[in-house]
């Protein structure tokens, strides 16, 4: 899936969520996601909270798949484990370079670095292996 099938199919299938995330870029095995600067996202403090840094990981991590292998909706987190490294910078989007390391018939693992926008230091590093639904 290209990156407007899979904006497509975000907005079709998690219409809860779609509107807090973009899609940067997808290529082979890899995907760019944006959690786009939001005040909901914000603990207090006004920094971007876990909860919202642990949804980019794993939206990023399952629309990645989702660029290979195709829209498999019930394919779902089985793992995930994630560094929060520094406090993001407030008022700028968190972006997430996600990479596949390994694409099974059943299993997927995928790594995470979360940046701020305009910042070279990652704010968290998250591992996840995700479920993919066996055909049929």
């Known amino acids: 899936m290209d990156r407007a099938a899979l904006t ?14 973009a899609i940067d870029d997808v290529a082979p095995m890899t995907a760019t996601i944006r959690l786009l600067n939001d005040e909901r996202h914000l603990r207090p403090g006004g920094t971007v909270s876990g909860p919202a840094m642990f949804a980019l990981a794993d939206v990023s991590v399952y629309l990645a798949i989702m660029a290979m292998i195709g829209p498999k909706a019930l394919s779902v987190t089985t793992n995930c484990a994630i560094d929060f490294m520094r406090k ?6 968190l972006i997430c370079e996600t990479r596949l390391l390994k694409l099974g018939r059943v299993l997927a693992v995928g790594d995470c670095l979360i940046f701020a926008e305009g910042h070279d230091a990652a704010v968290a590093r998250a591992s996840l292996t995700y479920s993919i639904p066996p055909d049929g």
Do not use: C, I
Not at 8 to 21: G, K, T
Not at 88 to 93: F, I, K, Q, Y
């Open 88 to 93: 993001p910078a407030s008022g700028v989007d």
């Open 8 to 21: 497509q199919f975000l907005e079709d299938e998690f219409q809860q969520v779609a509107q807090m995330f």
